[in-house]
């Protein structure tokens, strides 16, 4: 026969199987709360992921060079269409080539061939008409000028010589002419050193190496410290600068390129940090006392001075929040408001005022702060998770709400002060061709080099802004005498 079980129950094994039950109740419990919370961890992750994966130009820092080719960001401008079509517009200055009065030469063409009655045309007496027609072309060779020293016999039995020119040492050399011509293509049209004495070989049959491209960089660079010099310190007493930095490679290491500027001067600082110990060292900071228009980092807000946000980049990360959370109406509404607030201030400068009405400031202000409370109603604090430490990490939302709110003053200055605009377009425009100078040319090989570089294109973007001319300039650098740029 088969092998019988026989269950036998004790009197407390209800209850016990009660206590059983309930344990395993409150041990899935847990397990639902944390997997829950593990949940949403992930779907936090996820949704970080995706707004990085759907970061480009229009919604974030990122340059426009890094969009994808396959994929067309939406259009980056957000200027209204006027109605006017496009082109010049009726009562418009025009603008065309003249011709010129004396040009460097004159070719009078003569008849030839015979006339219909078969006379030669040569023959006939002919006038010059007026009608001209002008080609204007380059033409671009080196000159050789070689200088010769005499000598003669005194009657007092001196041998007097006389002297070659000052800085004319060697028995062959380029002048300044050359050398301005490298510093320019170099550090202003960033091409390469080889790339450079190419051209000059090919357009001007000038052999120059490399090397002494580079000896003519470090010349300019000793040659313009007094300008660059009284360049910064017409920067610390400006109304209105701007501040930026971006990263650059020195001997393959990491450094960073600092820039503070205006409209109409330009300096730029290497140094191998990127925060408060770089702009420490660069020592302008610590005297400026006007607004300083920046990103909002916090290594700027560390000096006295008055401070103004950049709202491009607010706007961008406002983008980005509509486009990922289409709930999150708020961010199209504060968009809205700051290029609002921009048009009334843009309107308000051009009829000549220097501050708008105190009533139009109180209702932006008003309309700013309602925004952000409907924002951090719907965007609360994420709370600490049971037994972890450390700093809980927000969302984007939350962070952008947190500094909004914070720092009202610093985004809003454009609309207080008609001195200060709306962005830190400026600083990123300067900042934009050493840039390019270091994708060009991959990095710099010494410290030396960006030093010089950064004094050099300091001048040159300083005297590009004041619309002097630079190889001119820099032919007056090499002869000793740099002309200073307008420091008012």
Not at 54 to 81: E, G, I, L, T
Not at 252 to 267: E, F, R
Not at 433 to 460: D, N, Q, W
Request: with cysteine; charged share 20%.
């Amino acid at each position: 026969m088969p092998e019988q079980h026989v269950l036998t129950h004790s009197p407390d094994s209800p209850a016990n199987e009660l206590e059983r039950l309930r344990g395993l109740v409150v041990e899935r419990a847990a397990l639902i709360v944390e997997l829950r919370e593990r949940i949403h961890e992930l779907e936090a992750h996820i949704q970080t992921l995706e707004a990085r994966l759907a970061q480009d130009s229009h919604n974030s820092s990122k340059p426009p060079s890094s969009d994808p080719p396959y994929k067309k960001p939406p259009p980056r401008s957000r200027r209204q269409p006027s109605g006017r079509r496009a082109g010049g517009q009726p009562g418009r200055d025009g603008a065309t080539r003249r011709l010129v009065e004396e040009p460097d030469q004159c070719v009078i063409i003569p008849l030839t061939g015979t006339c219909a009655c078969g006379r030669c045309r040569a023959q006939i007496a002919t006038e010059v008409l007026p009608e001209r027609r002008q080609v204007v072309e380059v033409v671009i060779q080196h000159e050789v000028t070689e200088y010769r020293i005499v000598s003669g016999t005194c009657a007092c039995g001196q041998v007097p010589r006389s002297a070659f020119p000052e800085g004319v040492t060697a028995s062959i050399q380029y002048g300044p002419g050359v050398s301005a011509l490298a510093v320019y293509l170099t550090q202003y049209q960033l091409l390469p050193s080889q790339r450079t004495a190419e051209l000059l070989h090919e357009l001007a049959g000038i052999a120059i190496s490399p090397g002494t491209l580079q000896r003519a960089v470090m010349a300019a660079a000793t040659h313009l410290e007094a300008p660059v010099a009284a360049i910064q310190g017409a920067l610390v007493t400006s109304p209105v600068a701007h501040a930026d930095e971006t990263g650059v490679r020195v001997d393959g290491t990491l450094y960073w390129l600092h820039v503070l500027s205006t409209a109409h001067l330009t300096a730029y600082f290497p140094h191998p940090k990127r925060g408060a110990e770089a702009l420490d060292a660069c020592g302008l900071l610590e005297q400026f006392i006007g607004v300083l228009v920046h990103d909002h980092w916090s290594a700027y807000q560390r000096y006295q001075c008055v401070h103004a946000f950049c709202n491009a980049h607010h706007l961008r990360e406002l983008t980005a929040i509509a486009e990922m959370a289409p709930d999150q109406h708020w961010a199209t509404e504060m968009s809205a408001l700051l290029c609002e607030a921009n048009t009334h201030v843009t309107e308000a400068r051009a009829q000549g005022l220097t501050t708008l009405p105190a009533t139009d400031i109180e209702h932006l202000h008003a309309r700013y702060d309602a925004i952000l409370n409907q924002a951090e109603a719907l965007n609360p604090r994420r709370p600490r998770r049971p037994g972890t430490r450390g700093r809980v990490k927000q969302s984007p939302a939350y962070n952008l709400i947190a500094r909004l709110c914070a720092h009202r003053d610093q985004v809003l200055r454009f609309v207080t002060d008609l001195r200060v605009p709306f962005d830190n377009n400026q600083a990123e425009r300067d900042i934009r061709m050493p840039k390019l100078k270091h994708k060009v040319s991959g990095g710099f090989r010494s410290v030396t080099g960006v030093e010089a570089f950064a004094t050099i294109r300091s001048y040159l973007s300083t005297l590009r802004k004041q619309s002097i001319n630079l190889f001119r300039s820099l032919v007056l650098t090499f002869q000793g005498s740099p002309p200073m740029p307008r420091l008012g």
